[in-house]
Each structure stands twice: as structure tokens, then as C-alpha cells.
């Protein structure tokens, strides 16, 4: 059975042969260690690019791979922002694309399709799609809405707009699911089947279960519908801990919820088990980097023991997207002892 045909099961959640294994984004994990940058990657041919991630997963064999990741801040370039590339890691956010609610301008969606660097990504995805995607899963990965719109309009300003201007709040979280949708969308058209939508500014650390409910679940539910309509599979990831809303993510028409190590897998099994998949919680830097690979290979046999019960529905991943730094051999062990694992 190919790693594309386990994934379709761990998403019906039926029973897979074996536990399917998966990095989280790790965009910059992969093009450093092939000696590029995220900037000089852009500078490359999508062919390289393509093959830098492909040559990358015949030494991993993750499950899924994920052409585009590391770059959700070109959104906000495309849409005429400044964005500063790292060394090492992935680029900043100079400063909000706007800061006056009243004055978007619904045009600067649309211009992201236009940026050099976006359509680079998106040939690289759709060489991939073709290359590799009869039998691994190729995806792409950007901020939900509500980080997406806070980088937009400045966090503060969104976290101020909770209690003082809703309606502006309102206005900035429309506009920024019309520009994920408007970076994903050509990634849609290359071919990818999944697309990981990355939401740290809605964790429990941040905003409360009410303002989730209220705030982050709508904008994030009409993206996810948008994306589905078109056949693909659609995976959530919030950093921190995200215990008290998980119930409403399968409200959110997510195929998967990504959770953070800071989320217990049993009582995400309690809550998300038979409703949707899930994946996680392996700490990206205590254990992904840190540890050995004796001790990553422990550390995901505890995750499984915890998360898979008798029912699937887990995908063994960490609990965000891990560092540069973190050594192949600890890949290498977070795969293999997934691929041991038998339901």
C-alpha cells in the first residue's frame, strides 16, 4: 500500500497497515540542509527546488511532503508588504500591510498570484504532483486567517479589536481568508492533495475559547470549504495548547487536527477519536532535536501507545514545525518506528 493510499485511510479513518508518519511543514529543514537558504531557494529553478525536496524524502519516506512551506509571509508580500528573509528559519514580517480596517483594498488578494517567489513554489508543487504524487502526498501549508490577518493588520491591533472594534476585526479576517485562498489556490491547480493551515495566534496561550468561537472559527470554517470544494483534504495545526477547542475543530471542516506538545494525546483521542484524524504532539526541540535517536524513537512509541487506541486516526508527527538544526537520524527514527507500528 503507497504512503498516498494510507493517508486516504487515516482520513476515512480506517485501519492503515500501519501507523502513517509525517513532518510538519519543515520547509526549512529541508532546503538548508541542501545548502539553500528560503531566499536563495527562490532564486533557484523549481525544478531543483522540486528536487531538493523529493531527493530529501527518499532518505526520510515521510508520508507527506509539503512544497511551499516555511514561505506563508510571501502572502503578505505578493500583497505588497515587506517581508525579511533569515539565514537560517523562515522570513519576517517587517511591518502590517495596513493598519486602518476601513481602507482594505480587496485588489491586494489577487496580486499574491503575481509574486515571483509564489509561482516558483507553485511549478515546484506541480512538478512533485507529477513526479511523486501517484504515491506520496504532496501538499503546501499557509497561516489560517486569523494569524494571517494579524500579521496584516498588526497582532496588537487584532488583539485590541477584540474588545474595542469587532466589526474591524470582522473586516480584517474576511480579507485574509480571500488572500490564503488566493496563495493556495494555484497550489490547488498543481496538483497538491492536502494543505496544512497554521494557526499559532488563535492558541489557548493567546485568545480565549470564546474568541475562538466567535473570531477564528468562522473565517477558518468558510476557508476550509473553499478548499474541500475543490477535492482537498485540509489539515489544522495551532500551536500551544489548544485542549479547551478542540471539540469545535471538526466544526471547522478539518480532515485533521495537528496538535501542539503541549496538548495530551489521550484526551485528544477523548475528544477528536471517531470525529476527525489527528497528529502529533512530539516536541520539535526537546525531543526532534535534542534527543537521540533512541530517544525519538521511545518518545513516538509512548505518542502511539497514547494516541491510537484500537480506532487509527493518528498520524505520528511533531508537535509543530521543527528546527534546521534537528539531525536526519532522528527523522530517520521518528519514520521507522511509525512504519514498525501495526494497528
Same mark, same amino acid.
Given at each position: 500500500?503507497?504512503s498516498k493510499?494510507?493517508?486516504?485511510?487515516?482520513?476515512?479513518?480506517?485501519?492503515?497497515?500501519?501507523? *502513517?508518519v509525517?513532518?510538519?511543514?519543515?520547509?526549512?529543514?529541508?532546503?538548508?540542509?541542501a545548502?539553500?537558504?528560503?531566499e536563495?531557494a527562490?532564486l533557484?529553478?523549481?525544478?531543483?527546488?522540486?528536487e531538493?525536496?523529493a531527493?530529501?524524502?527518499?532518505?526520510?519516506?515521510? @508520508?507527506?511532503?509539503?512544497p511551499?512551506?516555511?514561505?506563508h509571509n510571501?502572502? +503578505?508580500?505578493?500583497?505588497?508588504?515587506k +517581508?525579511?528573509?533569515?539565514?537560517?528559519? &523562515?522570513? @519576517?514580517?517587517?511591518e502590517?500591510l495596513?493598519? /486602518?480596517?476601513?481602507?482594505?483594498?480587496?485588489?491586494?488578494?489577487h496580486?499574491?498570484?503575481?509574486? *515571483?517567489?509564489?509561482?516558483?513554489?507553485v511549478?515546484?508543487a506541480?512538478?512533485?504532483?507529477?513526479q511523486?504524487g501517484?504515491h506520496?502526498?504532496v501538499?503546501?501549508?499557509?497561516?489560517?486567517?486569523?494569524t494571517?490577518?494579524g500579521l496584516?493588520?498588526?497582532?496588537?491591533?487584532l488583539?485590541?479589536?477584540l474588545y474595542?472594534d469587532?466589526?474591524?476585526?470582522?473586516?480584517v479576517l474576511?480579507?485574509?481568508?480571500?488572500?490564503?485562498?488566493?496563495?493556495?489556490?494555484?497550489?490547488i491547480?498543481?496538483g497538491v492533495?492536502?494543505?496544512?493551515l497554521? @494557526?499559532?495566534?488563535?492558541s489557548?496561550?493567546? +485568545?480565549?475559547?470564546?474568541q475562538?468561537?466567535?473570531?477564528?472559527? *468562522?473565517?477558518?470554517?468558510?476557508l476550509?470549504?473553499?478548499?474541500?470544494e475543490?477535492g482537498?483534504w485540509?489539515?489544522?495545526?495551532i500551536?500551544?495548547? &489548544? &485542549?479547551n477547542r478542540? /471539540?469545535?475543530?471538526p466544526?471547522?471542516?478539518?480532515?485533521?487536527?495537528?496538535?501542539?506538545?503541549?496538548?495530551?494525546?489521550?484526551k485528544?483521542?477523548?475528544?477528536?477519536?471517531?470525529k +476527525?484524524?489527528?497528529?502529533?504532539?512530539?516536541? *520539535?526541540?526537546?525531543?526532534?532535536?535534542k534527543?537521540?535517536?533512541?530517544?525519538?524513537?521511545?518518545?513516538a512509541?509512548?505518542?502511539?501507545a497514547k494516541?491510537?487506541?484500537?480506532?487509527?486516526g493518528?498520524l505520528?508527527?511533531?508537535?509543530c514545525?521543527?528546527?534546521?538544526?534537528?539531525?536526519?537520524?532522528?527523522v530517520?527514527?521518528?519514520?521507522?518506528t511509525?512504519?514498525?507500528?501495526?494497528l
Open positions: 500500500m503507497t493510499e494510507i493517508v486516504r485511510k487515516l482520513i476515512r479513518l480506517e485501519p492503515t497497515p500501519r501507523i *502513517p509525517s513532518l510538519l511543514s519543515a520547509g526549512a529543514w529541508t532546503l538548508n540542509r545548502g539553500l537558504t528560503l536563495s527562490l533557484a529553478t523549481p525544478e531543483r527546488v522540486a531538493v525536496i531527493g530529501t524524502n527518499e532518505m526520510a519516506h515521510c @508520508d507527506i511532503v509539503w511551499g512551506s516555511g514561505y510571501l502572502a +503578505i508580500r505578493g500583497a505588497g508588504g +517581508i525579511k528573509f533569515r539565514i537560517k528559519g &523562515t522570513p @519576517d514580517v517587517q502590517p495596513f493598519t /486602518d480596517a476601513t481602507r482594505i483594498d480587496p485588489a491586494w488578494a496580486r499574491v498570484q503575481d509574486d *515571483p517567489g509564489v509561482r516558483l513554489l511549478e515546484a506541480r512538478i512533485l504532483a507529477r511523486i501517484s506520496t502526498v501538499g503546501t501549508s499557509q497561516w489560517a486567517p486569523f494571517l490577518g496584516a493588520y498588526g497582532v496588537e491591533n488583539m485590541r479589536g474595542k469587532k466589526a474591524a476585526v470582522h473586516a474576511d480579507f485574509a481568508a480571500d488572500l490564503c485562498f488566493a496563495f493556495l489556490e494555484p497550489f491547480d498543481a492533495s492536502v494543505i496544512s497554521a @494557526d499559532p495566534t488563535s489557548g496561550d493567546l +485568545i480565549s475559547r470564546e475562538f468561537i466567535e473570531f477564528s472559527l *468562522p473565517c477558518l470554517k468558510k476550509a470549504t473553499k478548499i474541500k475543490r482537498v485540509v489539515v489544522v495545526h500551536c500551544g495548547n &489548544t &485542549t478542540l /471539540d469545535q475543530i466544526l471547522a471542516g478539518a480532515d485533521l487536527m495537528s496538535v501542539d506538545y503541549k496538548v495530551d494525546l489521550a485528544a483521542r477523548e475528544i477528536l477519536g471517531g +476527525i484524524a489527528f497528529s502529533g504532539n512530539l516536541n *520539535p526541540v526537546a525531543i526532534m532535536q534527543e537521540t535517536p533512541e530517544g525519538v524513537a521511545e518518545a512509541r509512548q505518542a502511539i494516541a491510537s487506541g484500537t480506532q487509527g493518528y505520528l508527527m511533531p508537535g514545525d521543527i528546527p534546521p538544526s534537528v539531525p536526519l537520524e532522528n530517520k527514527a521518528l519514520v521507522e511509525a512504519h514498525a507500528t501495526t
